[in-house]
């Protein structure tokens, strides 16, 4: 497992080395031994999966205020997404950076998102399915977001949703926040 930090705070690309053979190949997603070396204090409570049939379906930019906050640990199990960090952390160095990365199931890296940090991404490929390991239950009452296309983040993104709910669609951009 390689762990290297983004230039944002507190997140991190992982890459998860497949080892390969006559059968297939076998790749470890998740080891704590890995993430405690690195410094991260991260112990997965919960998994979750979304399923993307369409290409350019977008979900996001999502988080959890505290106390409810989470961390989450982002993979791609089939096809690829344009996967997004956005640093809403008050008194944060990188607060309003972002951070894109392309995932995908064949590659095997993952996105690490700390406390504060919101999520989205935009599926790159039909039937993308985005596995998720995160350190705390899904609160609906902490649920929080902000616009995919606010200008005051300036996110570039490798195209415009064919897909997106209304929820992700009328978020308030960071002036309304």
Request: charged residues 20%; proline residues 8%.
């Given at each position: ?125 039909a039937e993308a ?49």
């Amino acid at each position: 497992m390689q762990i290297q930090p983004t230039p944002l705070a507190g997140v991190y690309e992982i890459a998860f080395p497949a080892h390969a053979d006559a059968r297939g190949s076998f790749r470890r997603t998740w080891c704590a031994d890995s993430f405690t070396a690195a410094g991260i204090v991260f112990t997965p409570v919960q998994a979750s999966q979304s399923r993307n049939p369409a290409r350019h379906t977008l979900r996001g930019m999502h988080w959890q205020a505290e106390p409810q906050g989470e961390q989450k640990l982002v993979r791609v199990s089939a096809g690829a997404i344009f996967d997004v960090a956005l640093d809403l952390r008050p008194g944060s160095p990188t607060f309003r950076r972002w951070h894109g990365v392309h995932l995908d199931a064949a590659a095997g890296r993952s996105l690490f998102l700390p406390r504060g940090v919101a999520h989205g991404f935009l599926t790159l490929s039909a039937e993308a399915v985005v596995d998720y390991l995160i350190d705390a239950p899904h609160a609906p009452e902490a649920a929080r977001g902000v616009r995919w296309n606010d200008p005051a983040f300036g996110i570039l993104w490798p195209g415009a949703p064919a897909v997106i709910s209304d929820r992700d669609a009328h978020w308030p951009v960071m002036s309304d926040a």
